[in-house]
């Protein structure tokens, strides 16, 4: 019987047991056990503080998911196919070519929303004279409208977050740059209530969705580098400017973008589609 309590007591307090970490073979990388268990102690040592070595954290790159991974989203947009870029750039520069005299200073792809919410794909092209803004159809590769702004006429520019009324049922989130180049008194009531009225005096753009597709597209699509070179090309043809059309100097800015709307029901449907990107819809079959 004392035998017997002998071993009970041996078992009760695991005496005979030690832990054993489970590897595969090959494996060299130590255990999180065994490094506590390394560093929490030998007696003979100076105590250290312990320290647990953690996989890096995954967190960021959840939140924020680097499109460099889902190639498949980038290749639906048309503006990403090999060549669609520079062949609009191309054809814009042979626009260009009927206005001699001008300079291209450089060339951005952007998004524009208009005065009714919807985002529509626009390339940009500054001229040391003009700012041209271009629809251009990448499916077919044609431009398909273009706008001439003289850069002598642009009298304000805004940056600043996009705001809505507080009635306003479709509402966005961003920053995004504003354009002015005509008087907002002298807009009709007309053409500013009619979504597809081209005489609005004002234009304004944020980051195309494509910015971080590559590096390329980083470069064309970064608003802080068009709203340098635009800037910097208004001032120089306020300087050179002699016609009835100049302004006084242009003024910079920072504060809130207003988009007037309120129901907002047309530009829910068109942004959440992307109808405004030359996109691939995919294929409809019975």
């Known amino acids: 019987m004392a035998c017997e309590a002998e071993k009970m007591s041996k078992i009760g307090s695991f005496e005979g047991f030690q832990p054993v970490s489970l590897k595969q073979e090959g494996d060299d990388q130590p255990s999180e056990t065994d490094q506590l268990s390394t560093e929490e102690g030998d ?7 312990s320290r647990i070595s953690r996989q890096p954290s995954v967190t960021e790159s959840t939140l924020y998911p680097n499109p460099y991974h889902q190639p498949y989203v980038s290749r639906k947009y ?21 206005t001699p005299g001008e300079t291209i200073q450089g060339f951005w792809l952007l998004t524009e929303i208009d005065h009714w919410n919807n985002e529509k794909e626009r390339i940009l092209l500054v001229t040391d004279k003009t700012l041209l803004i271009c629809k251009y159809d990448f499916i077919m590769l044609s431009c398909v409208q273009l706008q001439r702004i003289p850069l002598s006429t642009v009298y304000r520019i805004c940056l600043g977050k996009f705001v809505f009324p507080g009635m306003s049922l479709d509402k966005r ?5 504003r354009i002015y180049w005509g008087s907002l008194e002298q807009q009709s009531l007309l053409s500013r ?6 005489e609005v005096p004002y234009a ?83």
């Open 43 to 49: 007696p003979g040592k100076d105590p250290e503080p």
């Open 78 to 98: 048309f503006v990403t196919r090999p060549g669609a870029i520079e062949t609009a750039m191309e054809d814009l520069k042979g626009h260009m070519a009927k």
């Open 173 to 177: 989130q961003g920053e995004g740059l």
């Open 193 to 198: 209530w009619n979504p597809w009225s081209t």
């Open 204 to 286: 304004t753009f944020t980051e195309h969705p494509m910015k971080y597709t590559s590096e390329k597209f980083l470069e064309i699509c970064k608003l802080s580098g068009f709203t340098s070179k635009l800037v910097a090309a208004i001032q120089n043809a306020h300087k050179n400017s002699t016609g009835s059309g100049r302004r006084k100097g242009l003024m910079v800015l920072t504060e809130p973008i207003l988009i007037e709307t309120y129901m907002g029901l047309m530009s829910f449907i068109g942004n959440r589609n992307k109808l405004g990107y030359s996109l691939a819809r995919g294929s409809i079959g019975f």
